[in-house]
T-cell receptor, first 108, second 113 residues
Framework: GQQVMQIPQYQHVQEGEDFTTYCNSS?????IQWYKQRPGGHPVFLIQ?????EVKKQKRLTFQFGEAKKNSSLHITATQTTDVGTYFC????????FGTGTRLQVFP | DSGVTQTPKHLITATGQRVTLRCSPR?????VYWYQQSLDQGLQFLIQ???????AKGNILERFSAQQFPDLHSELNLSSLELGDSALYFC????????????FGPGTRLTVL
């Protein structure tokens, strides 16, 4: 069946450092969504990418969708303690399959 | 606040029992999704309903069933509970299908003893 993997599983960074999480799907996706889940909270939608090679920015966050529409990345520039949480990609074919998530810890 | 409500917030029960989790979607949303999140695990898609009809199925066990009612609220029934069913169960809703962003409820934490 369709699988969506993310690496790394965990990332600890010093505040101000950059962070990147990578998402890979076993199948070609129609689109990909990204969600953030704060500790003890529920997933919150961040963005959706639809086009091959698409790049979108939200302040310090940059999202990319691969040319083959099978991979994606999220890059955070100059992390802050408010960035702490687990970041999930979710690949869409006929259903939305969530990736394994990357847990980000930011040390002040 | 996402606008999606889930009850109860916490549920503690014993093995072999049956429980029902309830979800009310955001006003106007036709799709409801159920997910299971075990400790330190990702989100496992269970099932999706759209306007009362089952739309997609994920890794939902035969002991689990769900339905969406005419008022669009949904219930997830878990029976013959096992220790491994202990998890956080999220409901999410969206306006249409999976191409729309999903709004998650606060979750129901199920503990099976």
């Amino acid at each position: 069946g369709q699988q969506v993997m993310q690496i790394p599983q965990y990332q600890h960074v010093q505040e101000g450092e950059d962070f990147t999480t990578y998402c890979n799907s076993s199948t070609t996706l129609s689109n990909i969504q990204w969600y953030k889940q704060r500790p003890g909270g529920h997933p919150v939608f961040l963005i959706q990418l639809v086009k091959s090679g698409e790049v979108k920015k939200q302040k310090r966050l940059t999202f990319q969708f691969g040319e083959a529409k099978k991979n994606s990345s999220l890059h955070i520039t100059a992390t802050q303690t408010t960035d702490v949480g687990t970041y999930f990609c979710a690949g869409n074919t006929d259903k939305l399959i969530f990736g394994t998530g990357t847990r980000l810890q930011v040390f002040p | 606040d996402s606008g999606v409500t889930q009850t109860p917030k916490h549920l503690i029960t014993a093995t072999g029992q049956r429980v029902t989790l309830r979800c009310s979607p955001r006003s106007g949303d036709l799709s409801v999704y159920w997910y299971q999140q075990s400790l330190d695990q990702g989100l496992q898609f269970l099932i999706q309903y759209y306007n009362g009809e089952e739309r997609a199925k994920g890794n939902i066990l035969e002991r689990f069933s769900a339905q969406q009612f005419p008022d669009l609220h949904s219930e997830l029934n878990l029976s013959s509970l096992e220790l491994g069913d202990s998890a956080l169960y999220f409901c999410a809703s969206s306006a249409g299908g999976t191409t729309n962003e999903q709004f998650f409820g606060p979750g129901t934490r199920l503990t099976v003893l």
